[in-house]
């Protein structure tokens, strides 16, 4: 079946513009997580959603950084005002199950975010 | 928070031969470590895992070990071969956590004819 989905594959933005990245999940899947990877650094956990519990925001670097998930299902992460840090690419995974087991995390391909 | 660190950053192998990457972990409620391989232009992949309590797991050219007194696990691949090659990512998860990974920096994995 499809795998996890995300759209843009990369985006190219200016320094202070937001940007909006999407992410469709495995259909059945009710977590959904967010990750960031910048060049040569391991993947830095965002923010986590699991069935209609309140996210898990703990990892998002900044009030500039929010996301959501509509539905259950996609899910889009903004960045406001964005700055050359925010250079990276940003994953997105999503898996079965329940806080407190453990399910694979399967993810999409990223978006390659560049801020000029 | 937990910390993971990983080791090499990069690790060039000749085809045959085995590839051994570490991980050490800073919490020890860390109950599950997965590894997971990223190809380019794709997104990592979980190629195996292991449970807190278990020391060893193979599957295949695969196997993970788990020590957990002294809070590191690696990876052994064996019998290298060219699509081998990728970054290999090792990861924990904290008991009652929720499902989040906290990651290591990743390792450049080369297998050479």
């Known amino acids: 079946g499809a795998g996890v989905s995300q759209s843009p594959s990369n985006k190219v933005t200016e320094k202070g513009k937001d940007v909006e990245l999407r992410c469709d999940p495995i259909?059945?899947?009710?977590?959904l997580y967010w990750y960031r990877q910048s060049l040569g650094q391991g993947l830095e956990f965002l923010i986590y959603f699991q069935g209609n519990s309140a996210p898990d925001k703990s990892g998002l670097p900044s009030d500039r950084f929010s996301a959501e998930r509509t539905g259950g299902s996609v899910s889009t992460l903004t960045i406001q005002r964005t700055q050359q840090e925010d250079s990276a690419v940003y994953l997105c995974?999503?898996?079965?199950?329940?806080?407190?087991?453990?399910?694979?995390?399967?993810f999409g391909p990223g978006t390659r975010l560049t801020v000029t | 928070g937990e910390n993971v660190e990983q080791h090499p950053s990069t690790l060039s192998v000749q085809e045959g031969d085995s590839a051994v990457i570490k991980c050490t972990y800073s919490d020890s409620a860390s109950n599950y470590f997965p590894w997971y391989k990223q190809e380019l232009g794709k997104g990592p992949q979980l190629i195996i895992d292991i449970r807190s309590n278990v020391g060893e797991k193979k599957d295949q050219r695969i196997a993970v070990t788990l020590n957990k007194t002294a809070k590191h696990f690696s990876l052994h691949i064996t019998e290298t071969q060219p699509e081998d090659s990728a970054v290999y990512f090792c990861?924990?998860?904290?008991?009652?956590?929720?499902?989040?990974?906290?990651f290591g920096t990743g390792t450049q994995l080369k297998v050479e004819l």
């Open positions: 995974a999503s898996s079965l199950g329940r806080a407190g087991g453990w399910y694979e995390q399967y």
């Open positions: 990861a924990a998860k904290l008991t009652g956590g929720g499902n989040k990974l906290t």
């Open positions: 259909s059945g899947h009710t977590a």
